[in-house]
């Protein structure tokens, strides 16, 4: 078995695409991880805004998780009905364009592009965060992490939905069982103490209030804590992903995610302020996550505090998987439509779209390099793309209603407005109360990277013009071409490049550079090694042409040769012929010049219409340490 195969898997067929679809269990782990792991830094982005508050702060959890759960439901029941009106897929992108039209759709699509490459970013520092916090002696090692994890979770995604899925969920569900018991425990302790619990290890002390409470702070924290709705998209953008029924098996999906989300946040918000856990300076010395505090309060640094803490960190970390989910799949979707590049619609050995892959991986490593993998420096670009994409897909809904009218309609057009309204109004929070913390480079980057789909559709056009089939074959001026030869020396290589170059045409020129270091003229040779033997056979022979270079260049020379070729013969056609030796291995290319491939991009730059560039390959005898190599020259 191949190193390759031991990586990535061995490669599926096109047809085995249905052995890779996921039920609901697996759902959860692979869409839900996002939505699910936000519990762990939505309330501590909130409570962050909160600190000049002072202790203070921490009550004011409650009300701004309650607007937030209240968000939430709006979304559920809103991509219940967009699961159901696009049974194959219906992410913002999709539900924009055709409902709302070409350019909010490409909106939509930059906006979720921007929100998976944070979710990947923001899941990992989180992650990296929470074992920080139990081990601070790895802090000064926080980005090295970072980029560890990011590429764990690439090699793993590049082995197919299937295989992410059932490695994902064993982490998946100790999260939420730890997750759930300690918040189950420590309500029951709330209840026997008679509201007033007895932390078993009490939590760092804050100072005194620095502000006073104003309607701008709680707006603050409140798009701070929206963050723990992101992801939540997720589930109706990979219907396509789900077994059979994909309907069912994508709104019982979500439905699950949604529920144990809102368990954890209404629990998280009802905890803090009893046991008076609220936020640390994340990038100053004694950190320590709220759920971390939490922990320590309801059951102490014992088993239990441990196995929590690392189904965090590995929950975190992976939470990173949706947007490894659902951004290819973006992708090729846009790219489906000519928006991007080509290459995000092919499927890899895995049937995972590779190339969005590959660009999500590089554009998170970026991220995580320029923020040194803080999560709380990387929270205000959050958030943004999501509620955008969140407001134009209700949008379209609404659109899509108004147009099909199908039963209930009137109701679905109201709910999806009502979340069309609600999520809209979040964004101008968002962006106007995180605009100088860095929301400004959301706010940039979202329209330039539209910009850039309609440069790159604007080319696609452009070319398919260019190359647009003809009605009928032209069959005028079919005549061989002159064919280029360059020849270092004579050789078995030169000779079977110059039998096929006959075989092509009788018009061969052949370019011989001479330089100082050849220790015999090849024009002398030429007589007895090609010339003869042509006139014998009764054969043109090819014109040789050699070319002195004092300056020992060689490509120069050859391509002033050819170019002069084509003026003297404007109304042919020029093949230039270039002989390439091909190794067994890799590294022995490395033992040969380039001046072939040199050559060969040059001509590519340089070139006309008139101009073709066609290689001969001549495939060297296998070296003893690689008996298994073949020749056949």
Not at 55 to 84: C, D, E, K, N, W
Not at 358 to 381: E, H, K, M, N, S
Request: proline share 6%; glycine share 8%; charged share 15%.
């Amino acid at each position: 078995m191949q190193i390759v195969d031991i990586l990535f898997g061995r490669p599926l067929a096109s047809d085995e695409e249905r052995a890779e679809r996921i039920g609901p269990a697996k759902g959860i782990s692979i869409f839900g991880l996002d939505a699910l792991s936000s519990a762990a830094y939505g309330p501590e982005a909130a409570l962050t805004l909160l600190i000049p508050l002072g202790m203070a702060g921490v009550h004011y959890v409650m009300p701004i998780t309650a607007a937030i759960l209240a968000l939430l439901a709006i979304l559920y029941f809103s991509y219940r009905q967009t699961i159901a009106a696009y049974p194959n897929g219906g992410g913002s992108y999709t539900v924009a364009s055709e409902n709302l039209g070409a350019v909010p759709g490409l909106l939509a699509g930059a906006a979720l592009m921007v929100d998976y490459i944070l979710e990947v970013a923001v899941g990992i520092s989180a992650g990296v965060g929470a074992l920080v916090s139990a081990l601070p002696k790895l802090q000064p090692h926080t980005l090295s992490l970072c980029l560890a994890i990011l590429a764990i979770l690439t090699l793993m995604n590049l082995r197919g939905a299937r295989a992410a899925g059932a490695a994902f969920m064993a982490p998946t569900y100790l999260f939420i069982v730890c997750m759930v018991g300690v918040i189950g425990w420590g309500v029951v302790k709330v209840i026997l103490s008679g509201g007033h619990p007895h932390a078993v290890i009490a939590p760092p002390q804050l100072g005194h209030a620095t502000e006073v409470l104003s309607l701008w702070l709680l707006l603050k924290a409140f798009s701070s804590g929206c963050t723990a709705m992101t992801g939540v998209e997720a589930v109706s953008n990979g219907v396509g992903a789900f077994k059979e029924p994909h309907q069912k098996s994508a709104q019982l999906t979500l439905t699950v995610i949604i529920i144990l989300l809102a368990i954890m946040l209404l629990g998280i918000a009802f905890l803090a302020p009893i046991y008076h856990i609220a936020a640390t300076d994340p990038s100053g010395p004694g950190y320590q996550s709220v759920l971390s505090q939490l922990l320590a309060a309801v059951s102490g640094r014992g088993v239990f505090y441990y196995v929590s803490i690392a189904s965090i960190l590995l929950v975190l970390a992976l939470s990173a998987n949706t947007g490894f989910a659902d951004f290819p799949r973006l992708c090729h979707n846009i790219a489906r439509d000519r928006y991007l590049p080509f290459a995000f619609t092919l499927r890899g050995r895995r049937l995972v779209y590779s190339g969005g892959v590959y660009a999500l991986t590089f554009f998170a490593a970026l991220l995580l390099i320029v923020f040194q993998g803080i999560t709380d420096r990387l929270i205000p670009l959050f958030a943004i793309g999501a509620f955008l994409a969140f407001t134009l897909s209700q949008a379209g809904m609404v659109q899509h209603w108004r147009r099909t009218r199908g039963k209930g309609w009137q109701f679905s057009l109201a709910l999806n407005g009502v979340g069309a309204v609600a999520t809209g109004i979040t964004v101008c929070v968002v962006l106007v109360t995180k605009f100088t913390s860095g929301a400004w480079i959301t706010a940039i980057l979202i329209p330039s990277i539209i910009l850039m789909m309609l440069a790159i559709q604007h080319h696609y056009r452009w070319v398919s013009r260019q190359v647009a089939a003809t009605d009928t074959l032209d069959t005028s001026k079919l005549i061989p071409p002159i064919v280029v030869l360059p020849i270092p020396e004579w050789n078995r290589v030169t000779a079977k490049a110059l039998r096929f170059a006959l075989s092509l045409s009788t018009e061969v020129y052949c370019i011989h550079v001479k330089n100082e270091e050849d220790d015999e003229s090849l024009e002398a040779q030429w007589k007895s090694s090609v010339g003869d033997p042509l006139q014998k056979a009764g054969l043109p022979e090819p014109k040789f042409i050699q070319i002195e270079s004092p300056t020992r260049r060689v490509i120069g020379p050859i391509l002033d040769q050819i170019e002069q070729l084509e003026r003297d013969h404007p109304e042919r056609q020029l093949m230039v012929l270039l002989p390439e030796l091909v190794e067994s291995r890799w590294y022995y290319y490395l033992l040969h010049n380039q001046r072939g491939a040199a050559l060969k991009t040059l001509l590519y730059l340089r070139g006309t219409p008139h101009i073709m560039v066609a290689s001969m390959p001549w495939y060297l005898e296998p070296h003893p340490n690689n008996p298994n190599s073949s020749q056949n020259n």
